[in-house]
């Protein structure tokens, strides 16, 4: 029988333990399946950092369950301990009163806030852009959905007071590189969006606190923008009254400054600008591989779309391959920052392989193209293709 090693975190710090392999949840690719802290059955890119990927059956259900929630660090060194009496979260820089705020504080001194709110990967469903570019080659769940509850940013700040010269915010977690020179990952955002009442410092993730993989006790939630800017295990935030340069600014999370935030390999684009908000984007979470659909009878098709909150207007399907499109039936709006469950009712006619596809229709008009390719693979938005055999 073959052991898998994965880190245990406790009281007692860090140490290595075995568990057996266990059975492939329904669904589940090739990939292994490995059991790390708080956390069940999930697929391993790396482990170190860990990063661990979602099993596209948990997204069923619209709230993802903390064990299944999505991992993804930058730096190797994790926090493993950490004594929450003693914790603080500074508030430090441009302001007229530095803060050091205990959880206590945070929980008794501010208003309590919730959200429920889509964190996602810049590089979920990276693995389908073809040709294929460097970095973990995610599928489509390298993202979660969760109630955050916690304090709006906008509170400590006004609690610190902002002076008038302020321009950026930082904020740093308390992760480290392995080595000396490694770029701290800080991330950025301007003194008006962290101040919109948006923005959240979160200490309760699905009515728990946040899993140590996730960012525990704190974690930036900033609704509608990619989970790079959600820094986890957050201790430092820093008003600067300049603009922030850093090496997780301004070189990394670049994009094509266009629309489409496309390009193509013989034809790099030599206007980037950071990645922000969330891609329009549509995926099927139904039927999968264990599914048996036969000619005549009725097949579910369920699925996903989400963008960054501007609003989704249709979604349609299509099983000619993009010939012809259906509407589907959208699901009731969960909170703004949430993604939105559509379905449809299908019913193929005789046996065969059909390419199903699916395209959502923001507010707005916009709708997902048909191509799209970046030399990252960030903010996958083109189309998704679902082949299914009918018996």
């Not at 259906?326 to 046996?351: C, E």
Request: net charge positive; aromatic share 10%; proline share 6%.
């Amino acid at each position: 029988m073959k052991y898998i090693f994965y880190l245990l975190i406790s009281g007692l710090g860090l140490h290595l333990a075995a568990c057996k392999d266990v059975a492939p949840a329904p669904a589940a690719s090739a990939a292994e399946l490995v059991r790390y802290p708080e956390k069940k059955e999930m697929i391993l890119l790396t482990d170190r950092p860990p990063q661990l990927e979602t099993p596209l059956h948990i997204f069923r259900q619209d709230i993802t369950p903390n064990e299944y929630f999505f991992v993804r660090w930058h730096l190797s060194q994790l926090v493993t301990r950490i004594d929450i009496d003693t914790f603080r979260l500074y508030v430090n820089g441009a302001v007229a009163k530095p803060l050091a705020l205990s959880m206590e504080d945070l929980r008794t001194k501010f208003p309590q806030d919730s959200m429920i709110a889509l964190a996602i990967c810049s590089g979920n469903s990276r693995g389908t852009f073809n040709p294929k570019v460097p970095g973990s080659q995610w599928a489509n769940g390298a993202m979660g959905n969760a109630k955050w509850k916690g304090v709006k940013m906008k509170y400590l700040l006004e609690a610190a007071g902002v002076q008038k010269n302020a321009v950026d915010v930082t904020y740093q977690g308390m992760d480290k590189g392995a080595l000396p020179g490694v770029p701290a990952f800080i991330k950025s955002l301007d003194v008006a969006h962290s101040m919109d009442g948006e923005v959240m410092i979160a200490y309760e993730m699905n009515g728990q606190p946040i899993p140590m993989l996730n960012g525990y006790p704190l974690k930036l939630v900033v609704p509608g923008w990619y989970a790079t800017y959600w820094v986890g295990a957050l201790y430092s935030i820093n008003v600067l009254p300049e603009k922030f340069h850093g090496f997780w600014m301004d070189k990394a999370y670049k994009v094509a400054d266009n629309k489409a935030m496309s390009e193509t390999p013989t034809m790099l684009s030599t206007a980037t600008v950071p990645l922000t908000k969330i891609n329009l984007y549509s995926i099927f979470v139904l039927p999968d591989a264990t599914d048996q659909v036969t000619a005549g009878n009725a097949c579910n098709v369920e699925g996903l779309v989400f963008n960054d909150g501007s609003g989704i207007g249709k979604v349609e399907l299509s099983a000619d391959g993009g010939k012809t499109w259906q509407a589907a039936t959208l699901n009731p709006v969960i909170d703004k920052y949430s993604w939105r469950r559509w379905k449809y009712a299908w019913t193929p006619g005789k046996s065969g392989s059909y390419d199903l596809c699916v395209r959502a229709t923001d507010a707005a008009g916009n709708v997902q193209p048909e191509k799209q390719w970046n030399r990252s693979g960030y903010a996958r938005s083109f189309i998704e293709h679902l082949q299914v055999n009918v018996n």
